[in-house]
């Protein structure tokens, strides 16, 4: 209240949503997280964001060139309202760090939210700088329906509540690696977007 009666509300930061991750490849339960942080985060806007050198897969195994995994996503979320692709860390270029890329983003009062599975959220004090992105950040944590929100100890924590989806990058490189017999064709049908799998046999990516 103002000492001319009238009543005044703090402006509230304008949000972005940040699903970053590897994208090797992009599948069905991407689509499905990046859709349901849209509708249930109250953000300004939502951002595919495509991991340049992901340094902690990286070391362990051999990840598909970025610039494919890129032309990827863009087809996997092409014709989805609401969210964008974006190559902010393939342009930057060398490892990729959320911490740089939440700087990059913030500098105009922008409260960041970064997207991502329990996986991913648990092993977040590895990250680069964890300690100055726990300063910066919420984290959204992907869940199956039913369980209670998640808490992160240290990091502003919120829930994005969802029913599972059976879907996961390795598994679909095994199966386009041929681990799945004669029926792969059928599995990755269900677990790859068309467009996805087109560009994959275009380029002949994952052959065993």
Same mark, same amino acid.
């Given at each position: 209240?103002?000492?001319?009666?009238?009543?005044?509300?703090?402006?509230?930061?304008?949000?972005?949503?940040?699903?970053?991750?590897?994208?090797?490849?992009?599948?069905?339960?991407?689509?499905?997280?990046?859709?349901?942080?849209?509708?249930?985060?109250?953000?300004?806007?939502?951002?595919?964001?495509?991991?340049?050198?992901?340094?902690?897969?990286?070391?362990?195994?051999?990840?598909?060139?970025?610039?494919?995994?890129?032309?990827?996503?863009?087809?996997?979320?092409?014709?989805?309202?609401?969210?964008?692709?974006?190559?902010?860390?393939?342009?930057?270029?060398?490892?990729?760090?959320?911490?740089?890329?939440?700087?990059?983003?913030?500098?105009?009062?922008?409260?960041?939210?970064?997207?991502?599975?329990?996986?991913?959220?648990? $092993?977040?004090?590895?990250?680069?700088?964890?300690?100055? @992105? !726990? +300063?910066? *950040?919420?984290? /959204? =944590?992907?869940?199956?329906?039913?369980?209670?929100?998640?808490?992160?100890?240290?990091?502003?924590?919120?829930?994005?509540?969802?029913?599972?989806?059976?879907?996961?990058?390795?598994?679909?490189?095994?199966?386009?690696? $041929?681990?799945?017999?004669?029926?792969?064709?059928?599995? @990755? !049908? +269900?677990? *790859?977007?068309? /467009? =996805?799998?087109?560009?994959?046999?275009?380029?002949?990516?994952?052959?065993?």
């Amino acid at each position: 209240m103002c000492c001319d009666g009238r009543l005044y509300t703090a402006a509230v930061p304008p949000q972005l949503g940040i699903f970053g991750g590897t994208f090797d490849p992009p599948h069905v339960g991407h689509v499905a997280a990046a859709v349901e942080a849209r509708d249930q985060l109250a953000t300004g806007s939502l951002r595919v964001v495509v991991a340049n050198d992901p340094w902690q897969k990286s070391r362990g195994r051999s990840v598909t060139p970025s610039y494919h995994r890129l032309a990827m996503a863009r087809l996997a979320f092409d014709t989805i309202e609401g969210i964008e692709v974006s190559d902010i860390e393939l342009a930057r270029g060398g490892s990729t760090y959320t911490i740089d890329t939440v700087a990059e983003l913030d500098g105009d009062g922008t409260e960041i939210v970064l997207i991502m599975g329990p996986a991913t959220a648990a $092993g977040l004090s590895t990250w680069h700088r964890a300690h100055e @992105l !726990a +300063r910066r *950040v919420t984290i /959204a =944590v992907i869940q199956p329906t039913g369980e209670s929100p998640a808490h992160l100890d240290g990091w502003r924590t919120s829930s994005i509540f969802m029913d599972p989806v059976e879907a996961s990058a390795t598994r679909v490189r095994e199966l386009l690696q $041929g681990a799945g017999g004669p029926e792969a064709e059928a599995i @990755l !049908a +269900r677990l *790859v977007p068309p /467009a =996805v799998m087109s560009y994959i046999a275009d380029h002949k990516l994952y052959s065993a």
